[in-house]
């Protein structure tokens, strides 16, 4: 993000600066006005220009996000989710402080999102941490979202990896899930949880016993709802025979649509929404920069596919000949343009969407204005098909 510094708002309007500079006005808060710069060569530019308060138009939230009963509940979230992993630092990130946590949740709200997710393998705790410090005052504005199951202590479930020094287990049994959750509470400072992810769903201990160590969680006031994450169409079965999940989080993309297409079906039989993770594919849909470039070992982007032949010229002929006309056409960044896609594939969907800095967050609420023609989104996933892959290791 970059500061303008030639306008003078005595002299001149922002509408006059737009003008006279290209861009548009994407939104307007109480100390900034959001221009947005869609024909530079990059993915977007979105520059603030500071204002006193008196000059501006407050925004109204409500009509520019969208909401979206979650499953069977009554928590009325925003379509687009903020994804927290960033913020846990480590050797898949870097570092972060309290200061990105708040910067991620002011623009968040400011967009109108109330929706934030993070789970305590991020960072091995530290996200849960930065959040929680963040919400202070403020912990009824958002619903907040963690996981259970993942856990780095010793000797506490079914080995799953190594990372930073610890060794992370898997264990969905009851007390397993318990001792999350506490652990949880005590990290992010809050008295409850609004949803309770099972990060993955493991068949070595039966659905009944997790499903009913949740049941008992939401009886206590400890969590509101629950779902389950990187899991098949029979777990949403076997967690509904015995309980009420509200929504399951999988993978889900223009380059690895299959498991979302397949999950379908069992979200609108038991009521569940689909909350997609991976929209962005890490980065590999947000701009041709991204294939070419290098990654540390331990970085998830290189365990990814698209950096390889030869789905690498493939997906440099698409961003070539079909994806960057496209967002000429429409006037939208990369990312807007696969967001809008995603959104229009399922109609119980949430779109989690990770950052690590407000103008991305900012550029990817825009995604909600952005109509896609049907033709272009045929055009989309019947161009795509020679890139796309069925399994990803992440």
Sequence with gaps: MKRIADHDRNRESEDQFCRRTGGHIFYRRSH??????????VIRTLSLISLSSDDIIPSDKESFMKYRTLG??????????????????????????LSSADNLLSAAADCGINYIDTAPVYGMGRSEELLGRALRGKRDKFL????????????????????DGYTVNN??????????????????????IDVLIVHYVNS???????????EDLVREGKIRAYGISNSQPADLDAYAAHGNPALVQEQYSLLAPSHGESYFPACTKHHATFQVYGALEEGYLTGPNHL????????????LPWNTEPYQSGLKKLYDEVWTPLTEKYHCSYANLFEAWTLRQYDNLSLLIGSRHPETILD????????LDPEDLKLLLETAEPVQVKELDK
């Design 72 to 97: 069977n509940t009554n928590l009325n979230a925003s379509v687009i989710a903020l994804g927290t992993w960033g913020l846990g630092g480590g050797s898949v990130w870097e570092d972060t402080d």
């Design 144 to 163: 907040l979202q963690t996981k259970c199951s993942l856990n780095w202590r010793r000797e506490d479930g079914i080995f799953k990896y190594a990372r």
């Design 204 to 214: 070595s201990w039966p659905a009944e016993e997790t499903v009913a160590g949740l």
């Design 364 to 371: 990817t609420a825009r995604c909600l204005d952005l109509e």
């Design 32 to 41: 900034a006005v959001i221009i947005a710069y869609p024909s530079e060569k």
């Design 171 to 192: 264990n969905t049994e009851k007390d397993a899930i318990l001792r999350d959750v506490e652990e949880s509470l005590s990290r992010m400072q809050t008295d409850y």
């Design 292 to 303: 070419y470039r290098s990654y540390k070992p331990g970085d998830i982007r290189a365990r």
